[in-house]
T-cell receptor
Framework: QKEVEQNSGPLSVPEGAIASLNCTYSDRGSQSFFWYRQYSGKSPELIMSIYSNGDKEDGRFTAQLNKASQYVSLLIRDSQPSDSATYLCAVRGNNAGNMLTFGGGTRLMVKP | GAVVSQHPSWVICKSGTSVKIECRSLDFQATTMFWYRQFPKQSLMLMAT?????????EQGVEKDKFLINHASLTLSTLTVTSAHPEDSSFYIC?????????????FGDGTRLSIL
């Protein structure tokens, strides 16, 4: 079992819809969770961080964390074609060096 | 804030050349920097963790004599790909984490695309 799992997609949504991206992790002691967006040929950029159970909203983005279920999600409201990218879930567990473990990413396609 | 600068952005060179990539944190101090490699349509692969003032920690399967890492200051880490060969062609990305705490996110540089002929 991979430490951080994401559906590779592609996830296709129409413009204006809500895109829902999901991520599960195996280390129950994980404390920090991050969502990165990576456009093709570019490096990842941080979108959201979340540390406690519940929802965290930032503009059109909402991160949701459920530590009991070991599940973190990212909702994108009013999806735009410019949101089309690969979204990486990253989890920091109780590993030496406090490294981030990345999921394989979910490719999102927003169709006009 | 939290800007990470990576240089050069693109390198094309002959097989056997050694290539040095720099990663700088511009507006924060980074005790820890990370080096990743990403092949086309694949996910990020962590190569090594670089701690200021100490030896880097390499992931399994990454040759430390091939990929030399130096982290001499709180704002600069370098990766040198020694005697590069075509199979080393990839997208190399660094990231840095602020020294302010373990909960801080990693911020990525823009990446270096390395093409070995």
């Amino acid at each position: 079992q991979k430490e951080v799992e994401q559906n590779s997609g592609p996830l296709s949504v129409p413009e204006g819809a809500i895109a829902s991206l999901n991520c599960t992790y195996s280390d129950r002691g994980s404390q920090s969770f991050f969502w990165y967006r990576q456009y093709s040929g570019k490096s990842p950029e941080l979108i959201m961080s979340i540390y406690s159970n519940g929802d965290k909203e930032d503009g059109r983005f909402t991160a949701q964390l459920n530590k009991a279920s070991q599940y973190v999600s990212l909702l994108i409201r009013d999806s735009q074609p410019s949101d089309s990218a690969t979204y990486l879930c990253a989890v920091r567990g109780n590993n030496a060096g406090n490294m981030l473990t990345f999921g394989g990413g979910t490719r999102l396609m927003v169709k006009p | 804030g939290a800007v990470v600068s990576q240089h050069p952005s693109w390198v094309i060179c002959k097989s056997g050349t050694s290539v040095k990539i720099e990663c700088r944190s511009l507006d924060f101090q980074a005790t820890t920097m990370f080096w990743y490699r990403q092949f086309p349509k694949q996910s990020l692969m962590l190569m090594a963790t670089s701690n200021e003032g100490s030896k880097a920690t390499y992931e399994q399967g990454v040759e430390k004599d091939k990929f030399l890492i130096n982290h001499a200051s709180l704002t600069l880490s370098t990766l040198t790909v020694t005697s590069a060969h075509p199979e080393d062609s990839s997208f190399y990305i660094c990231s840095a984490r602020s020294h302010r705490g373990d909960n801080q996110p990693q911020h990525f540089g823009d990446g270096t695309r390395l093409s070995i002929l």
